[in-house]
């Protein structure tokens, strides 16, 4: 069967646009949004050979999703060891996390763009068996592609907002093209299984895997170290900030002088974070060049990849970002919580909503509605200290619980990987 128009036409402009797509990608290198070392990726040029045998491919987005595919990587490597896995991203801050997260001869390889010809040297080369997609990355000219060529594919913790579906909904029969390309989707939460059902997708059930995972580990002898640098001092801890959340933390009336801890979702960002908080006169150290918080620091910035689980630890508290900026829509707080933290938000967690609604519930999270109450919740938590240890107990039991619903999940997607 033919696509429908509304795709051949996507298809037909993509392919046009192709000749202009090592310029962009070039640009965006230069920009620091691409890596300039592996651009033949994004052109669908495999940078390792591909292993013998049958493979599973998965596709994630950025640092929040690729994080989340890891406890299904390590169960496919417990179930299917002779299974090869080729795990695809979108974005650096994701390639930079998997080369330190991913266990050994799973292959990372950054995601093509959706042009005709780099998603056919893309499957030519890596033959997929299997495809299982991450949230909400539907890429058409991919996704149709993999399933002519005869690749099974899933979409899990899927996640579609109303806006997207808003958009899917005008162009009805490509959302029924691409979504029904998927043998199964399992869905995140309730309006995302009513949405992708809306569209025509095969929903068998509901899967969230950014519920589900173990406790980020650190090395110990990096956490003494940290540990004997903060001595008494209570710690204050920013997690996964993005701009202008640096400042909102930095700008609370605290009791105390307590130090600091401000580790940016993207570690890259550390010199106009620097520049921003010296302007408050506040006196800074950087974990990216080698310094430790000495007693006259103010704030630490924490700006290297992969330490959130040297930063949890000896945070009192946990003021978790993205949910002070409304474009990002919040960050995952079960990552503090596996580690026996509670955190507190901003309004803005559309992304992880029930969860979040979940915790505070249950008294491991708290949300606040602006700045004069973040100021007060974070007070409130370091003149209390029993409250905010209560809290972290609170939020441990609610991340120990969540392991169950994992595997139902398995079973739903084990049966499509070979073997």
Known sequence: MGRPATLALYRLAMGAAEPLAPVLLGARARGGKEDGARLGERLGRAGVARPDGSLAWLHAVSVGESVSLLPLIERIRAERPGLAIL????????AEMLGERLPEGAIHQYAPIDTPSAVGRFLDHWRPDVGIFVESELWP???????????????????MTETSADGWRRAPAAARAVLGAFELALAQDAETETRLAGLGGHIAGRMNLKRYGAALG??????????AAIGERQVVLAASTHPGEEALIAGCTLPGRPLRIIAPRHPDRGDDIEAELSLWRFAVARRSRGERPTPAADIYLADRLGEMGLLYPVAD?????????EAVGGHNPLEAARLGRGVISGPHVANHAEVYNEMVAVGAAVIVQDPAELAR???????????????????????????HAFEAGWRTIAPLLPG
């Not at 795990?87 to 994701?94: D, N």
């Not at 508290?317 to 900026?325: A, D, E, L, R």
């Not at 007070?379 to 972290?392: D, H, K, S």
């Open 218 to 227: 650190a090395d110990p002898s990096e956490t003494r170290a940290l540990a």
């Open 141 to 159: 000219n991919l996704i149709l592609a993999a399933r002519e060529r005869g690749v099974r594919l899933a979409l899990i913790s899927a996640r």
């Open 377 to 403: 919740a974070v007070a409130t938590l370091l003149v209390q200290p029993g409250l905010a240890r209560a809290m972290g107990e609170r939020a441990l039991a609610f991340a120990s619980a969540q392991g």
């Open 87 to 94: 795990v695809t991203t979108g974005t650096r801050t994701a």
């Open 317 to 325: 508290v946990v003021v978790m970002g993205g949910g002070f900026v």
